[in-house]
């Protein structure tokens, strides 16, 4: 019988992955230590370390692994020289590389590299059919005319910086741009704005804003798609926003009841903006 890993990183997603897998099959975790993983106990586990790439192969062929999905976010390691396998050092060139870029090329490459190992690369929606998101108003509040605009200001930044593989995320008040989404991850980008001081911060003095997510143009939509859950929303509310705009089938929905409710009870849109 086939088996799943799952490369897991940071937030709910690589739980849910494992508890919907384990309906069918006993799922691999592979915990790279990069985040505390809290919820693992109950399932097999892999122990691994991205100098040892070559251990992590064999592992996972001992234990009939054909398919591996990667899900949650994963701070990028310091290598140490002295600990890499023939596995590795075959890929480090490339690796190393993409390292120095934006984060959709590095997984693409390592992902590649999975593939040429006779691995199945999977996502998340493959598991979990629910997850991507849908087109229209999703709860019981609207965007306004000006949510509009700011909405179409942030999908234009965000198409022109999608070259860049810089992130996947800004936030826009009456036309002005207030972060962009790096490697620090969308929670940070929401900080941001949160800490920026009220005299500063349209958003606040308004509720008016958008947090715009969309995936950059031609993205592997197995890997790192844009994601909002529960704890965007509350954010989003805490930063000042009045919204949250994403793509048709172009973001993961983390658990939309929960959204839902926190987004009513917030006075926040989320919005499923058309591929046109």
């Known amino acids: ?6 490369i897991a ?16 099959d006993a799922p691999i975790i592979v915990d790279f230590k ?4 809290d919820w693992i106990s109950n399932y097999e586990v892999i122990d691994a370390s991205f100098e040892k790439a070559g ?16 899900a949650g976010g994963m701070s990028r390691p310091k290598l140490n020289p002295l600990k890499m396998d023939r596995a590795f050092l075959s890929k480090a060139p490339s690796l190393l590389k993409a390292m120095r870029g934006g984060d959709d090329g590095l997984l693409r ?10 691995f199945i690369v999977k996502s998340a929606q493959d598991i979990i059919t629910d997850l991507i998101a849908p087109a229209g108003i999703w709860g019981r509040h609207s965007p306004t005319e000006q949510d509009d605009l700011d909405m179409d200001r942030g999908v234009q930044i965000l198409e022109a910086l999608s070259p860049l593989d810089v992130g996947q995320a800004c936030i826009i008040s009456g036309g002005v741009c207030f972060g962009i989404e790096t490697i620090q991850g969308t929670d940070a980008l929401l900080r941001s704005v949160e800490e920026t001081d009220s005299a500063l ?4 003095q308004s509720g008016q ?3 715009v997510k969309i995936p950059k143009a031609g993205q592997d939509h197995r890997i790192d798609l ?6 965007t929303v509350k954010r989003a509310k805490v930063a000042g926003l009045s919204g949250i705009a994403v793509k048709e089938g172009g973001a993961l929905v983390l658990g939309m009841k929960d959204i839902l409710a926190a987004a009513d009870d917030a006075g926040l849109f989320i919005i499923g903006l058309p591929n046109v």
């Open 109 to 118: 490459v390592i992902a590649s590299w999975f593939e040429e190992e006779g």
């Open 1 to 6: 019988m086939s088996r799943t890993a799952i």
């Open 226 to 231: 844009p994601s909002i859950g529960e704890e």
């Open 209 to 211: 804003g958008v947090l």
């Open 55 to 70: 251990v992590l192969f064999t592992a996972l062929r001992k234990r009939g692994v054909d398919y591996v999905v990667f």
């Open 9 to 24: 990183g940071s937030g709910v997603l690589p739980r849910l992955l494992a508890e919907e897998v384990a309906l069918t």
């Open 201 to 204: 911060n349209p958003p606040k």
């Open 34 to 37: 990069t985040t505390a993983l």
